[in-house]
Every structure is written in C-alpha cells, then in structure tokens.
C-alpha cells in the first residue's frame, strides 16, 4: 500500500481552517483588550480631592 499524496482539496480546507482560527484569535484579543481598558479605566474627577476640576468654584 503506497502513501498517497494530499488531495487539493485538503490544502485549500488547511488554508481556510487557518484563517478562521486567526480571525477567531485575533477577536478574543480584541475582547481582551477592550474588556482590559474598560476595568483599568479610571474617571479621575470622581477622586477624592477632585484631580481635574471642570468649573472654577468663586
């Protein structure tokens, strides 16, 4: 029993299978990274002492 060679078809599967799973990496990433900045996100005017202040109190 020889070894056959790989059927085109299973290439072009391969390549589309490969672009899938990148796209689907590439977007938990980008929820990572959002989900990241949306906790570590800080409103400074709500400290206490009032870093920034919007209005000049007379």
Do not use: Y
């Amino acid at each position: 029993m020889s070894i056959r060679a790989e059927h085109e078809l299973h290439s072009r599967r391969r390549g589309r299978n490969l672009g899938i799973g990148l796209m689907l990496g590439a977007f938990v990433l980008l929820v990572m990274a959002l989900t990241f900045v949306k906790i570590t996100n800080i409103d400074f005017g709500d400290l206490p002492g009032g870093a920034i202040q919007t209005q000049e109190s007379n």
